[in-house]
Structures are given as structure tokens and as C-alpha cells.
């Protein structure tokens, strides 16, 4: 059975990489990501990845810190995020690049938009840190503007929840799951499944979203090969 994606963004929140906790780093986390995504490398599918920062700080989430400086620290927790996937990826034997929107070049490559691809095309997993190097854009903007450039089939969204859902699922425990919905409806109802200027980028670009829970071992095989899991979004 083929994979039914070539080339890919997987967009992983920072929560993911802190485990239970959501908070920080856990290494067990880390590398159960790495070996999940190393089985979908070995398939010759290309994986670009765009990781958030939220288990270190988030910047809109600041009351009284000017924003743009909120954002700015935003971006340098996804590099370090994405250095610990990095690290993670190299220790299953996964070659790896990070790519930074922010030019840091002791620590990673700036981001270039054909060297990606280059990459890409040697089956090399390229992770874009820093998101879009500009404040008041969040990492899912990031996903879907890299999604854009680098010609992705379909961002896989893995998420703390399964799917996408017409009201929170923690709140409302009646909250019907979704199997299919479109760009508009997400941003019409307000859905929180990414915000409206990436679900734009999206429906603008014709570039379909997979929702899916991370936690659950095997689904982002299962996504790599079109199977009904979670919610699809196009």
C-alpha cells in the first residue's frame, strides 16, 4: 500500500513535546515523536515540520508585555524546540536541518525556500523554527505559509484532541466530533482549530488540514495513508 502524500507539513504544538505536563521538554515525548516520524521517512515520504512554542511561552497570552516583544520571545522557544526534535530525530537516525526565520547561524540554517526543498528531496527532514520571523503571525500561519511555498499535499495538525469539534470538548461534553468540514465553516463558526489568517492561507491556496490526537500511538501513520481518522478540513 503507497502512502498517499509525497510531501508534508506535520505542525506539532509545544505542548506535544512537553508530554503530560504540557510544560517544558520531555525526552520520552521527543523521541516517541522522532520514531513515529522516522517510519513515515522510511516510506520516502518528505516531512517538513513546524513546531509551536507554547511549553515555553505564549506570547499572546501576555497581559501587561508589549506584543510584538511577546511574540519575538514566542519564536525563540519553537528553535528551541525544534532543536530538541532535531536531537530526537538524529538519535533514531534521521538527518535533519532546522531552519530558522530568524538568522541564528550557530545553531541552524536561515531559512531559504529552494535549499528546503533541496533538502526535502534528498528525504531529509527539514523543521522551520523562528515561524514566520515576523510578530502578530502564530505557528499555524507559519504551517500553512511554508505548506504554500514548499508545494505540501496537506499539513497533518496533531493535536492534545483527537479532532475538531462544533464546541470545546472539555467544556461541553455533548460537543459533536466533525469527520469533515470546510476552510469557511472554521473560520465562520470560530472554530479554535488554528486561527482564521492561517485557515485563510489554507482555503486560499487550496491546501487541505488534517486534524488528528498525537497521543495515540500510530495516527500519524494512519494520516499518511488517508485513513478516516480525526478531521479533515479542505
Known sequence: MEPKYKRIILKLSGEALG????????????????????TIVDLGVQIAVVVGGGNFWRGRSSKTMDRATADYMGMLATVINSLALQDALESVDVPTRVQTAIEMREVAEPYI??????????????IFAAGTGNPFFST??????RAAEIEAEIILLAKKVDAVYDDDPIDNPDAKKLDHI???EVLNKGLGVMDATAASLCMDNKIPIHVFGLNEQGNMLKAIYGEKIGTLIK
Open 19 to 38: 508530554g503530560s505536563k504540557g510544560f517544558g521538554l520531555d525526552e520520552a515525548t521527543l523521541i516517541s515523536i522522532g520514531k513515529q516520524i522516522k
Open 113 to 126: 525556500r529552494r535549499k528546503a526543498i533541496a533538502h526535502l528531496n534528498k528525504n531529509i527532514v527539514v
Open 140 to 145: 499555524d500561519t507559519t504551517a500553512a505559509l
Open 182 to 184: 470546510s476552510y469557511i
